[in-house]
Structure formats: structure tokens, C-alpha cells
């Protein structure tokens, strides 16, 4: 049997090869982390996120106990790679007539790409085991598992939990897709990445939401990700006017971040903005139809807003614009035959009209 340490080099070369940034491996323990999760969800910061909260037949948090939701599983592989473009941030531009949609968004959808390289990090473990004669488990996730990534992407190396509760990495930023490969095997642990937030508030203090509740400490009710592409239906009136321009996602406590100032950017060709995505003219967005919609956004990651919900979200950002010039738009949006756009449209006319 091949040393347990040669098996996690090889799969950190593996993942190398494939094409990852990074690589680590994490035992599979009851972090402590995790104990935040359940009083997360008690506290019903997960929103209408339900399936944050999808439980195991003896009534636990699925997510919260890789032990009990994969019994087999050993160690975590997880994998991550950088998305970050050669373009500006959101808190770099500042034009009324254009909105803003997420960084990790612009190009294609991720899912397809990290998992592609996944199953060929699992592919290569699968094959030295079959030539050592070592029995393997193996599963891969890119969101999907029942497990919270960026708890084991910290026990993994990979980088620690910042304040705003995203990944950092010391090299690589925040700018990163996470993907996990979970192995019946005890591979050998990396160190826990230890936290560089240091006295840093930036994130907390540029929130326009008030989203992170306390340093590390996130309400989705709150965060303009959450509101703009999970939340169905109406926006809750109070929380519109600082959701801003964000059409899709919200990147500000990332921008902010010290440690993303330098962070490299990558060449990968799928990551790079479509065409009219990044800072999208806002009347665009708001008048797409159906038919434009599944066209641009095929094989996207905004097409889980879904249409309305992204022209629900333009006609917000539209009314937090205060430019006149998108009156006779909303006037039309008025009338949409989907009541949550109507709604948000009469919402902004009125809002500029007082503006
Ligand atoms: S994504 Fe935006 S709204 Fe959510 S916590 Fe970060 S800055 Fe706040
Ligand atoms: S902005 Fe500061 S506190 Fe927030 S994640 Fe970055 S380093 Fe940490």
C-alpha cells in the first residue's frame, strides 16, 4: 500500500495538472465552525434558502455533519480556482445608466468548469489506488455536497474565513470557485490557513446592507447576493435603496478587500466577461425579453435569477439611479405583465419622480 503522504502529493499535483490554483486536503472533524452553522439557521439567516437546512433522518443539519451525511468519507480534497479577470471593481466604476453583475458571473457557469476538473483529479487517485490495490470512495461536490466548503477550505490550507466570510487566500484574493472531492481515504492533513483579517473592518464598514451582522457573521436576508438571485418574488421595500446598482450578486466586500488589491488575474478564457456584461446599461436588463434572456444567458450562472427576477432587479437599480432619463422605461415596466417587475418599476418611477 502506497504511503498515505504519496497519495496526497499526487493528488495535489493531480489537482495541479488539472488546472486548480490551489489544492488542500482536510480530515473530515466536527470543526468547530460548525457550531455557528446550527445557531446560522436557527437564527433563520439562511433566508428561503431551504436547502441550507435539509436535515438526515435523526433531525441533523445535513451540512453540518459530513460524519453522519457521508459515513465513509475521510478526508476532503478541496480544490480552488481563481475566476478573478483583468477588469475593474465595482467600487471602481461609478456610471448611473449601468448596473453591476457579480464577478464569478460573467463568463460561463463555473459548476461545469470546476467539476470538469474535479473528476479528473478523482480520476487520477482512482487509477494509483487501482494499481496499489487500495480500496476507494470518492465523490466530488461544486455546492451541491452536504457540507460547508469554505469550513473545510480553511482545515484544507486553502486560505482562512475572512470578515465578509469568503475564502482568502494570501496569493490568490478571495477570487476563487471552491470544489471538493470527499475520499474514503486518510490522507494526510494540510495546516488550517490562520486568519489575516487582522484589526481589517473594510468589508463590514462598506457593506451597504448591513449583510455582516458582525465580523464573520453574515444575515443572507440582508446581503444583496442573497436578495438578487436566490429571494423569489418582491424585494422587501426597506432594503432596495441600498442594494444600489447590483443587478446581480454584489462583489463590495471583496472589492474592499486589502487583500484583493493585488490579487493575479486569470487567463482562462471562460472566466472572461460575454459580451455587454460587465457594468450592463441598466434599460437593457430591465426590457430584455424571454427570448434574449435564454440566449445571452445560456450556459450562465445569472440564469438562476431567472428573467424576471433580473429585470426585477434592474428595475430596483434603475430607481436607485436617480436619472430621469429611464422615466419613459419604467413607465412601460409599470404595466409588465409580471406583477413582482410592475411592482418594482412603480416603486422606482415614484423614487425618481421625488429624486
Ligand atoms: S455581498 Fe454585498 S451585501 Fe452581501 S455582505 Fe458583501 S457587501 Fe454586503
Ligand atoms: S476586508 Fe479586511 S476584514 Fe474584511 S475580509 Fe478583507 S481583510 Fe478581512
Known sequence: MP???????LVKKAAREAGFDLAGIAPVHDAPELNYFHEWIAAGHAGEMKYMEARDEAGRLKRAS?????????????????????????????????????????GEDYH???????????QQLQQECTDKE?????????????????VYAKY????????????????????LFLGVLLTSLELEPDLPAPDRCGTCTRCIDACPTDALIAPYQLDANRCIAYLTIEKRGTIPEDIREGIGLQVFGCDICQDVCPWNRKAPATSAQEFQPRDGLLNPALDWLAEMT???FREKFRGSAVRRTKHGGLRRNAAIAIGNSSDARFLPSLHRLSEDEDPVVAESARWAKEKLERT
Not at 504511503?3 to 502529493?9: A, F, I, K, P, V
Request: charged share 20%.
Open 112 to 122: 461545469d468548469a470546476v467539476m470538469a476538473k474535479l473528476r479528473a483529479v478523482e
Open 290 to 292: 424571454a427570448e434574449e
Open 66 to 106: 459530513l460524519r453522519h451525511a457521508v459515513p465513509w468519507a475521510r478526508s476532503v480534497i478541496v480544490c480552488a480556482l481563481n475566476y478573478n479577470t483583468a477588469q475593474p471593481y465595482s467600487t471602481d466604476v461609478n456610471d448611473s445608466q449601468r448596473g453591476w453583475i457579480s464577478r464569478y458571473a460573467w
Open 156 to 175: 484544507a490550507g486553502v486560505g482562512w474565513i475572512g470578515k465578509n466570510t469568503c475564502i482568502l487566500n494570501q496569493k490568490l484574493g478571495s477570487w
Open 134 to 150: 487500495v480500496e476507494l470512495q470518492t465523490r466530488c461536490y461544486v455546492d451541491t455536497g452536504p457540507l460547508v466548503e469554505r
Open 3 to 9: 504511503q498515505l503522504s504519496q497519495l496526497s502529493t
